[in-house]
């Protein structure tokens, strides 16, 4: 396993808790969690536990899969964390609205 996998965790747990627009205090009281744990997991310095990722993940209301670096060789923290800002903003597009989304984003990527 690398390395840098509990780094790439707290990458996204950080983003996500971001994106939830909550301290890390708000996360501890929405979790069993306490605030410095959290902010070791958000530095990379622990490997969460299972219970603490679903902890996690139920106080950001996100998935676990939402949480766990899937191709965590190939890319960049800046880039993973560029992606899970991406994917929760999809996640909020109606299903009327995808292609429309999806169309944009490949005119974008075209033009570059």
Same mark, same amino acid.
């Given at each position: 396993? $690398?390395?840098?996998? $509990?780094?790439? #965790? ?23 969690? @306490?605030?410095?744990? #959290? ?8 490997? $969460? ?19 766990? $670096? ?24 109606? @299903? ?17």
């Amino acid at each position: 396993m $690398p390395k840098d996998i $509990p780094k790439q #965790i707290g990458v996204l747990v950080r983003a996500a808790r971001e994106r939830a627009d909550l301290t890390q205090e708000q996360l501890a009281a929405l979790t069993n969690i @306490d605030k410095d744990s #959290i902010s070791l997991i958000e530095r990379g310095g622990t490997f $969460p536990s299972l219970r603490s990722m679903y902890d996690l993940a139920s106080g950001l209301k996100v998935s676990v899969i939402d949480l766990i $670096p899937l191709e965590a060789a190939s890319k960049s923290l800046s880039r993973q964390k560029g992606e899970a800002e991406i994917l929760t903003l999809l996640r909020e597009v109606s @299903d009327k609205q995808l292609p429309h989304v999806r169309d944009l984003l490949a005119l974008f990527i075209r033009s570059r």
